[in-house]
Protein backbone atom coordinates (compact mmCIF):
# COMPACT_ATOMS: atom_id res chain seq x y z
CA UNK A 1 0.00 0.00 0.00
CA UNK A 2 1.23 3.13 -0.92
CA UNK A 3 2.06 6.22 1.70
CA UNK A 4 -0.46 8.29 -0.24
CA UNK A 5 -3.22 5.94 0.49
CA UNK A 6 -2.17 5.45 3.87
CA UNK A 7 -2.80 9.53 4.18
CA UNK A 8 -5.93 8.47 2.84
CA UNK A 9 -6.89 5.94 5.46
CA UNK A 10 -5.60 7.94 8.52
CA UNK A 11 -7.68 10.61 7.95
CA UNK A 12 -10.75 8.44 7.27
CA UNK A 13 -10.08 6.93 10.34
CA UNK A 14 -9.94 10.02 11.89
CA UNK A 15 -13.45 10.91 10.79
CA UNK A 16 -12.42 13.45 8.07
CA UNK A 17 -13.79 13.29 4.87
CA UNK A 18 -10.97 13.55 2.20
CA UNK A 19 -11.75 16.18 -0.16
CA UNK A 20 -10.31 14.79 -3.65
CA UNK A 21 -9.68 18.50 -4.86
CA UNK A 22 -7.58 18.69 -1.90
CA UNK A 23 -3.78 20.03 -3.19
CA UNK A 24 -1.36 16.73 -2.41
CA UNK A 25 1.06 19.53 -0.85
CA UNK A 26 -1.85 19.88 2.19
CA UNK A 27 -2.19 16.18 2.41
CA UNK A 28 1.90 16.04 2.96
CA UNK A 29 1.31 18.61 5.06
CA UNK A 30 -1.02 17.28 7.59
CA UNK A 31 1.27 14.66 8.10
CA UNK A 32 4.15 16.47 8.56
CA UNK A 33 2.45 18.50 11.45
CA UNK A 34 0.72 15.06 12.96
CA UNK A 35 4.82 13.86 13.10
CA UNK A 36 6.19 17.38 14.41
CA UNK A 37 3.31 18.38 16.87
CA UNK A 38 1.62 14.97 17.90
CA UNK A 39 4.75 12.97 17.63
CA UNK A 40 6.08 15.87 20.65
CA UNK A 41 9.07 17.37 19.20
CA UNK A 42 7.81 20.64 18.86
CA UNK A 43 5.87 20.77 21.99
CA UNK A 44 9.50 19.55 23.52
CA UNK A 45 11.46 22.27 21.99
CA UNK A 46 8.38 24.93 22.91
CA UNK A 47 8.52 24.01 26.61
CA UNK A 48 12.64 24.27 26.59
CA UNK A 49 11.85 27.61 24.58
CA UNK A 50 9.72 28.94 27.10
CA UNK A 51 11.83 27.94 30.16
CA UNK A 52 14.81 29.99 28.59
CA UNK A 53 12.56 33.13 28.25
CA UNK A 54 11.13 32.45 31.93
CA UNK A 55 14.88 32.36 33.33
CA UNK A 56 15.62 35.49 31.61
CA UNK A 57 12.91 37.55 32.30
CA UNK A 58 13.34 36.55 35.78
CA UNK A 59 16.58 37.99 36.17
CA UNK A 60 16.06 41.61 34.59
CA UNK A 61 13.71 41.44 37.49
CA UNK A 62 15.66 39.77 40.72
CA UNK A 63 18.99 40.70 40.03
CA UNK A 64 19.87 44.70 41.33
CA UNK A 65 22.94 45.47 38.40
CA UNK A 66 19.78 44.12 35.64
CA UNK A 67 17.42 45.96 37.15
CA UNK A 68 18.91 49.22 36.24
CA UNK A 69 18.14 48.34 32.67
CA UNK A 70 15.07 50.54 31.07
CA UNK A 71 12.14 49.18 29.63
CA UNK A 72 13.21 49.73 26.33
CA UNK A 73 16.83 47.62 26.64
CA UNK A 74 14.95 45.39 28.50
CA UNK A 75 12.36 44.33 25.64
CA UNK A 76 15.21 44.60 23.06
CA UNK A 77 17.21 42.08 24.86
CA UNK A 78 14.12 39.68 25.71
CA UNK A 79 13.01 39.76 22.17
CA UNK A 80 16.51 39.02 20.50
CA UNK A 81 16.93 36.05 22.10
CA UNK A 82 13.49 35.35 21.82
CA UNK A 83 14.39 35.71 17.72
CA UNK A 84 17.48 33.45 18.29
CA UNK A 85 15.88 30.68 19.71
CA UNK A 86 13.08 30.74 16.83
CA UNK A 87 15.30 30.58 14.21
CA UNK A 88 17.32 27.92 15.81
CA UNK A 89 14.06 25.44 16.59
CA UNK A 90 13.69 26.20 12.35
CA UNK A 91 16.91 25.60 11.87
CA UNK A 92 17.22 22.04 13.64
CA UNK A 93 13.51 21.13 11.91
CA UNK A 94 14.31 22.09 8.59
CA UNK A 95 18.09 19.77 9.48
CA UNK A 96 15.92 16.61 9.73
CA UNK A 97 13.42 16.87 7.40
CA UNK A 98 14.92 15.40 4.61
CA UNK A 99 17.77 13.47 5.95
CA UNK A 100 15.66 12.50 8.72
CA UNK A 101 13.45 10.40 6.39
CA UNK A 102 16.26 8.57 4.69
CA UNK A 103 17.91 7.62 8.21
CA UNK A 104 14.10 6.20 9.33
CA UNK A 105 13.73 4.69 5.88
CA UNK A 106 10.26 6.50 5.27
CA UNK A 107 11.72 8.86 2.18
CA UNK A 108 11.37 6.20 -0.31
CA UNK A 109 7.68 5.46 0.19
CA UNK A 110 7.09 8.86 0.29
CA UNK A 111 8.65 9.37 -2.95
CA UNK A 112 7.18 6.34 -4.45
CA UNK A 113 3.32 8.27 -3.93
CA UNK A 114 1.97 10.47 -7.15
CA UNK A 115 2.42 13.56 -4.84
CA UNK A 116 4.96 15.92 -6.80
CA UNK A 117 7.97 16.69 -5.20
CA UNK A 118 8.08 20.10 -4.83
CA UNK A 119 4.80 19.71 -3.25
CA UNK A 120 6.94 17.62 -0.52
CA UNK A 121 9.64 20.79 -0.14
CA UNK A 122 6.30 23.05 -0.29
CA UNK A 123 4.61 20.85 2.95
CA UNK A 124 7.87 20.72 4.87
CA UNK A 125 8.77 24.22 4.89
CA UNK A 126 5.40 25.31 6.23
CA UNK A 127 5.59 22.27 8.85
CA UNK A 128 9.05 23.67 10.05
CA UNK A 129 7.98 27.58 10.57
CA UNK A 130 4.52 26.57 12.18
CA UNK A 131 6.63 26.70 15.49
CA UNK A 132 7.23 30.35 15.07
CA UNK A 133 3.41 31.53 15.93
CA UNK A 134 3.53 29.52 18.78
CA UNK A 135 7.31 30.92 20.06
CA UNK A 136 6.00 34.53 19.51
CA UNK A 137 3.13 33.91 21.71
CA UNK A 138 5.10 32.47 24.32
CA UNK A 139 6.92 35.75 24.53
CA UNK A 140 4.60 38.14 23.91
CA UNK A 141 3.76 38.28 28.05
CA UNK A 142 7.38 38.40 28.82
CA UNK A 143 7.87 41.32 26.27
CA UNK A 144 4.58 42.99 28.07
CA UNK A 145 5.64 42.34 31.58
CA UNK A 146 8.90 43.98 30.90
CA UNK A 147 7.79 46.45 28.84
CA UNK A 148 5.73 48.09 32.00
CA UNK A 149 3.57 50.44 30.21
CA UNK A 150 5.79 51.54 27.90
CA UNK A 151 5.13 52.76 24.49
CA UNK A 152 8.01 50.81 23.07
CA UNK A 153 5.57 47.42 23.31
CA UNK A 154 3.91 48.18 20.23
CA UNK A 155 6.75 48.75 17.44
CA UNK A 156 8.31 45.69 19.66
CA UNK A 157 5.20 43.08 18.67
CA UNK A 158 5.10 44.84 15.08
CA UNK A 159 8.84 44.98 14.19
CA UNK A 160 9.16 41.43 15.99
CA UNK A 161 6.61 39.61 14.07
CA UNK A 162 7.98 40.96 10.76
CA UNK A 163 11.77 40.34 11.56
CA UNK A 164 10.72 37.20 13.39
CA UNK A 165 8.79 35.43 10.24
CA UNK A 166 11.80 36.73 8.22
CA UNK A 167 14.32 35.00 10.06
CA UNK A 168 12.50 31.59 10.94
CA UNK A 169 11.89 31.01 7.35
CA UNK A 170 15.49 31.87 6.16
CA UNK A 171 16.94 29.36 8.86
CA UNK A 172 14.05 26.44 8.40
CA UNK A 173 15.41 26.93 4.51
CA UNK A 174 18.82 26.88 4.93
CA UNK A 175 18.49 23.66 7.49
CA UNK A 176 16.32 21.94 5.19
CA UNK A 177 19.05 22.92 2.30
CA UNK A 178 21.77 21.37 4.45
CA UNK A 179 19.05 18.40 4.83
CA UNK A 180 18.56 17.89 1.30
CA UNK A 181 22.45 17.60 0.67
CA UNK A 182 22.82 15.54 3.72
CA UNK A 183 22.58 11.74 3.21
CA UNK A 184 22.26 11.46 7.17
CA UNK A 185 20.98 13.59 10.41
CA UNK A 186 24.49 13.05 12.09
CA UNK A 187 26.01 15.05 8.94
CA UNK A 188 22.72 17.48 8.43
CA UNK A 189 22.87 18.29 12.02
CA UNK A 190 26.47 18.75 12.74
CA UNK A 191 26.72 21.15 9.82
CA UNK A 192 23.30 23.49 10.39
CA UNK A 193 24.55 23.66 13.87
CA UNK A 194 27.86 25.20 12.74
CA UNK A 195 26.80 27.70 10.31
CA UNK A 196 24.64 28.77 13.37
CA UNK A 197 27.04 29.00 15.60
CA UNK A 198 28.61 31.42 13.19
CA UNK A 199 26.14 33.52 12.56
CA UNK A 200 25.19 33.89 16.28
CA UNK A 201 28.37 34.97 17.49
CA UNK A 202 29.37 38.23 16.03
CA UNK A 203 25.30 38.61 16.31
CA UNK A 204 25.37 38.40 20.58
CA UNK A 205 28.49 40.88 21.24
CA UNK A 206 27.62 43.93 22.87
CA UNK A 207 28.65 47.21 22.82
CA UNK A 208 31.84 48.23 20.99
CA UNK A 209 32.84 44.75 20.50
CA UNK A 210 30.70 44.90 17.62
CA UNK A 211 32.07 47.59 16.05
CA UNK A 212 35.60 45.86 15.54
CA UNK A 213 33.72 42.74 13.38
CA UNK A 214 33.37 45.71 11.05
CA UNK A 215 29.81 47.06 9.79
CA UNK A 216 30.42 44.91 6.30
CA UNK A 217 30.78 41.92 8.51
CA UNK A 218 27.80 42.65 10.37
CA UNK A 219 25.33 43.87 7.65
CA UNK A 220 25.76 40.73 5.58
CA UNK A 221 25.06 38.32 8.76
CA UNK A 222 21.23 38.05 8.99
CA UNK A 223 21.10 37.67 12.63
CA UNK A 224 23.71 40.83 13.39
CA UNK A 225 21.74 42.73 10.89
CA UNK A 226 18.27 42.37 12.45
CA UNK A 227 19.74 42.61 15.96
CA UNK A 228 21.50 46.13 14.92
CA UNK A 229 18.21 47.05 13.36
CA UNK A 230 15.76 46.44 16.05
CA UNK A 231 18.65 48.46 18.92
CA UNK A 232 18.75 51.53 16.45
CA UNK A 233 14.55 51.33 16.44
CA UNK A 234 13.56 50.13 19.68
CA UNK A 235 16.46 51.60 21.83
CA UNK A 236 17.76 54.21 19.98
CA UNK A 237 15.26 55.35 18.54
CA UNK A 238 16.26 55.55 14.83
CA UNK A 239 14.10 56.01 11.85
CA UNK A 240 13.34 53.21 9.94
CA UNK A 241 14.13 54.75 6.97
CA UNK A 242 17.22 55.09 8.23
CA UNK A 243 18.11 51.87 8.94
CA UNK A 244 15.90 49.15 6.87
CA UNK A 245 18.81 48.39 4.93
CA UNK A 246 19.46 46.41 7.67
CA UNK A 247 17.19 43.57 6.94
CA UNK A 248 18.39 42.80 3.56
CA UNK A 249 20.55 40.28 4.14
CA UNK A 250 17.51 38.65 6.42
CA UNK A 251 15.29 39.04 3.78
CA UNK A 252 17.88 37.46 0.87
CA UNK A 253 18.26 34.54 2.95
CA UNK A 254 14.64 33.60 3.21
CA UNK A 255 14.42 34.49 -0.65
CA UNK A 256 16.99 32.41 -1.73
CA UNK A 257 15.88 29.70 0.41
CA UNK A 258 12.71 29.59 -0.60
CA UNK A 259 13.73 29.73 -4.46
CA UNK A 260 16.52 27.39 -4.21
CA UNK A 261 14.10 24.40 -2.25
CA UNK A 262 11.30 25.06 -5.01
CA UNK A 263 13.38 25.31 -8.15
CA UNK A 264 16.15 23.36 -7.36
CA UNK A 265 15.36 20.90 -4.60
CA UNK A 266 11.88 20.18 -6.10
CA UNK A 267 13.06 18.82 -9.09
CA UNK A 268 15.62 17.09 -7.67
CA UNK A 269 14.92 15.24 -4.72
CA UNK A 270 15.96 12.04 -4.92
CA UNK A 271 16.18 8.60 -2.40
CA UNK A 272 20.10 8.81 -2.09
CA UNK A 273 21.99 12.68 -1.26
CA UNK A 274 23.48 13.33 -4.15
CA UNK A 275 27.06 14.77 -2.68
CA UNK A 276 30.13 12.51 -1.90
CA UNK A 277 31.26 12.30 1.59
CA UNK A 278 34.66 13.92 0.58
CA UNK A 279 32.36 17.01 0.15
CA UNK A 280 30.80 17.12 3.21
CA UNK A 281 33.96 16.38 5.48
CA UNK A 282 35.51 19.24 3.48
CA UNK A 283 32.68 21.89 4.09
CA UNK A 284 32.80 20.49 7.68
CA UNK A 285 36.17 21.30 8.09
CA UNK A 286 35.88 25.21 5.92
CA UNK A 287 32.59 25.52 9.27
CA UNK A 288 35.03 24.69 11.79
CA UNK A 289 37.83 26.83 10.75
CA UNK A 290 34.99 29.16 10.18
CA UNK A 291 33.68 29.38 13.41
CA UNK A 292 37.02 29.38 15.35
CA UNK A 293 38.32 32.40 12.54
CA UNK A 294 35.20 33.72 13.47
CA UNK A 295 35.82 34.16 17.48
CA UNK A 296 39.56 35.45 16.64
CA UNK A 297 37.93 38.59 14.52
CA UNK A 298 35.48 39.63 17.12
CA UNK A 299 37.79 39.70 19.78
CA UNK A 300 39.86 42.17 17.82
CA UNK A 301 38.53 45.91 19.16
CA UNK A 302 38.35 48.99 17.08
CA UNK A 303 39.93 51.74 17.77
CA UNK A 304 37.47 55.19 17.47
CA UNK A 305 38.25 58.31 15.47
CA UNK A 306 38.76 61.72 17.00
CA UNK A 307 38.39 65.48 15.26
CA UNK A 308 39.86 68.67 16.14
CA UNK A 309 38.15 72.07 15.83
CA UNK A 310 38.42 75.67 15.35
CA UNK A 311 37.06 79.22 14.68
CA UNK A 312 34.81 82.16 16.66
CA UNK A 313 31.40 83.91 15.85
CA UNK A 314 29.71 80.99 16.74
CA UNK A 315 26.63 80.14 19.10
CA UNK A 316 24.74 77.09 20.85
CA UNK A 317 22.23 77.58 23.21
CA UNK A 318 20.09 74.40 24.90
CA UNK A 319 16.16 74.35 25.89
CA UNK A 320 15.53 74.25 29.42
CA UNK A 321 17.07 74.51 32.58
CA UNK A 322 16.55 71.46 34.91
CA UNK A 323 14.88 68.38 34.04
CA UNK A 324 13.32 65.40 36.98
CA UNK A 325 13.10 61.98 35.43
CA UNK A 326 13.96 58.24 36.33
CA UNK A 327 16.36 55.85 35.04
CA UNK A 328 16.24 55.03 31.85
CA UNK A 329 13.24 57.85 30.42
CA UNK A 330 13.40 59.27 27.54
CA UNK A 331 14.96 63.28 27.65
CA UNK A 332 14.27 64.76 24.33
CA UNK A 333 16.86 68.22 24.49
CA UNK A 334 16.42 70.80 21.78
CA UNK A 335 19.52 72.99 20.81
CA UNK A 336 20.18 75.61 18.08
CA UNK A 337 23.71 77.05 16.66
CA UNK A 338 23.76 80.16 14.93
CA UNK A 339 26.48 81.72 12.62
CA UNK A 340 26.88 85.10 14.00
CA UNK A 341 29.87 85.98 11.86
CA UNK A 342 29.20 87.91 8.28
CA UNK A 343 30.75 84.22 6.37
CA UNK A 344 30.47 80.61 6.42
CA UNK A 345 31.51 78.83 8.78
CA UNK A 346 33.81 75.92 8.16
CA UNK A 347 31.90 72.69 8.76
CA UNK A 348 30.31 72.30 12.53
CA UNK A 349 30.93 69.46 15.11
CA UNK A 350 28.44 69.29 18.07
CA UNK A 351 29.52 67.03 21.24
CA UNK A 352 27.65 66.14 24.35
CA UNK A 353 29.20 65.72 27.60
CA UNK A 354 27.41 64.67 31.28
CA UNK A 355 29.26 65.47 34.48
CA UNK A 356 28.44 63.84 37.60
CA UNK A 357 28.16 66.60 40.79
CA UNK A 358 28.68 63.62 42.86
CA UNK A 359 32.71 63.59 43.14
CA UNK A 360 32.86 59.96 44.65
CA UNK A 361 29.65 59.29 42.38
CA UNK A 362 30.27 57.45 39.65
CA UNK A 363 31.80 58.76 35.76
CA UNK A 364 29.17 59.29 33.12
CA UNK A 365 29.93 57.94 29.60
CA UNK A 366 27.71 59.56 27.06
CA UNK A 367 27.96 57.04 24.94
CA UNK A 368 25.94 54.92 27.54
CA UNK A 369 23.27 57.22 27.94
CA UNK A 370 22.38 58.91 24.26
CA UNK A 371 22.56 56.93 21.11
CA UNK A 372 23.97 59.89 19.19
CA UNK A 373 26.63 61.71 21.13
CA UNK A 374 28.06 63.67 18.01
CA UNK A 375 26.63 65.78 15.33
CA UNK A 376 27.92 66.74 12.27
CA UNK A 377 25.94 69.53 10.51
CA UNK A 378 28.32 70.27 7.55
CA UNK A 379 28.47 74.46 6.59
CA UNK A 380 26.13 77.29 7.95
CA UNK A 381 26.03 80.50 6.25
CA UNK A 382 26.26 84.02 8.06
CA UNK A 383 23.24 84.31 9.89
CA UNK A 384 22.06 81.00 9.38
CA UNK A 385 20.54 78.95 11.90
CA UNK A 386 20.35 75.21 12.40
CA UNK A 387 18.21 73.56 15.17
CA UNK A 388 19.23 70.25 16.84
CA UNK A 389 17.02 67.30 18.85
CA UNK A 390 19.25 64.84 21.14
CA UNK A 391 17.85 61.66 22.97
CA UNK A 392 19.46 60.98 26.61
CA UNK A 393 18.34 57.52 28.47
CA UNK A 394 19.98 58.52 32.15
CA UNK A 395 21.43 55.03 33.49
CA UNK A 396 22.43 55.92 36.68
CA UNK A 397 21.12 57.74 40.02
CA UNK A 398 22.09 61.08 41.05
CA UNK A 399 22.27 64.72 40.08
CA UNK A 400 24.18 65.18 36.41
CA UNK A 401 25.00 68.74 34.23
CA UNK A 402 24.57 67.95 30.59
CA UNK A 403 26.11 70.27 28.42
CA UNK A 404 27.07 70.58 24.61
CA UNK A 405 30.36 71.78 22.47
CA UNK A 406 30.20 73.44 19.22
CA UNK A 407 33.41 72.54 17.09
CA UNK A 408 34.11 73.93 13.71
CA UNK A 409 36.40 71.66 11.65
CA UNK A 410 40.09 72.66 11.31
CA UNK A 411 41.59 73.96 8.12
CA UNK A 412 44.58 72.14 8.92
CA UNK A 413 46.38 69.77 11.29
CA UNK A 414 48.31 72.72 12.36
CA UNK A 415 45.20 74.97 13.74
CA UNK A 416 43.84 75.66 17.13
CA UNK A 417 40.39 74.52 18.18
CA UNK A 418 38.11 76.95 19.58
CA UNK A 419 35.33 75.11 20.76
CA UNK A 420 32.17 77.06 22.08
CA UNK A 421 29.79 75.34 24.88
CA UNK A 422 26.34 75.58 25.31
CA UNK A 423 24.41 76.62 29.31
CA UNK A 424 24.31 73.15 30.82
CA UNK A 425 21.33 71.50 32.20
CA UNK A 426 20.48 70.05 35.72
CA UNK A 427 19.20 66.26 35.29
CA UNK A 428 17.81 64.68 38.67
CA UNK A 429 17.77 61.27 38.26
CA UNK A 430 16.12 59.00 40.64
CA UNK A 431 16.07 55.59 40.71
CA UNK A 432 13.87 53.05 38.36
CA UNK A 433 12.22 50.47 39.36
CA UNK A 434 12.06 47.00 37.76
CA UNK A 435 9.17 44.61 37.53
CA UNK A 436 9.05 42.99 40.84
CA UNK A 437 9.86 39.59 40.88
CA UNK A 438 6.99 38.04 42.38
CA UNK A 439 5.14 39.80 39.92
CA UNK A 440 6.68 37.95 37.19
CA UNK A 441 7.26 34.43 39.02
CA UNK A 442 4.12 33.44 37.77
CA UNK A 443 3.91 33.94 34.58
CA UNK A 444 7.57 32.31 34.83
CA UNK A 445 6.53 28.90 36.41
CA UNK A 446 3.03 29.12 34.78
CA UNK A 447 3.81 29.36 31.12
CA UNK A 448 6.18 25.97 31.22
CA UNK A 449 3.75 24.07 33.77
CA UNK A 450 0.71 25.06 31.02
CA UNK A 451 3.10 23.82 28.22
CA UNK A 452 4.52 20.59 30.13
CA UNK A 453 0.44 19.99 30.72
CA UNK A 454 -0.55 20.31 26.89
CA UNK A 455 2.42 17.49 26.33
CA UNK A 456 1.67 15.57 28.55
CA UNK A 457 -2.12 15.45 27.12
CA UNK A 458 -1.15 15.11 23.55
CA UNK A 459 1.59 12.03 24.36
CA UNK A 460 -1.43 10.37 26.16
CA UNK A 461 -4.17 10.97 23.75
CA UNK A 462 -1.32 9.59 21.41
CA UNK A 463 -0.85 6.98 23.34
CA UNK A 464 -4.50 5.87 23.55
CA UNK A 465 -4.48 5.93 20.07
CA UNK A 466 -1.85 3.85 19.56
CA UNK A 467 -3.73 0.90 21.99
CA UNK A 468 -6.69 1.02 20.07
CA UNK A 469 -5.37 0.72 16.82
CA UNK A 470 -3.60 -2.28 18.67
CA UNK A 471 -6.50 -3.76 19.67
CA UNK A 472 -8.41 -3.42 16.30
Known sequence: MSSLQNIKNASLSQGRALDPALP?????????LADLWIGGRALSLLLIYSILLGIMAYIYSFNTALDLIPPME?????????????????LIIGADSLSGERDRATLESLLLTPVNRRDI??????????TWPMAYIVAIPYL?????????????????????????????????????WSSSDKTSYFVSLGIYALLLIPAELPGDTVESVGWF???????????????????????????????????????????????????????EARVSNKVWAALRRAVNLLVIAGLAVTSLLASPAHALQEDDGLSIS???????????????????????????????????????LDETGEAVDPEDWSPERTQYIGSLAAGETVDLEWIVNPILEGDFIMYLALIPEPSNTQAISHPVASSGIHLTVTPFT???????????????????????????????????????
Open 24 to 32: AWRLVLTRE
Open 74 to 90: AVSEMLRHALAVSAFMG
Open 121 to 130: IVAKLLAGIS
Open 144 to 180: YVLAQGDPVLNLALLWGAITGTVLVVGYTGLGMLVSF
Open 217 to 271: LQWINPMAAVNRFLSKHLVEYGAVAEFWTWLISSTLLAFLSVVILLKYCGSNLHL
Open 318 to 356: IGGGSKRVRMGEKVEINTVITNNTSAASTHLIVAMNIIN
Open 434 to 472: GPKSRNILPLVIGEPVLLLAITYFVYRHRRQQIDLGGSA
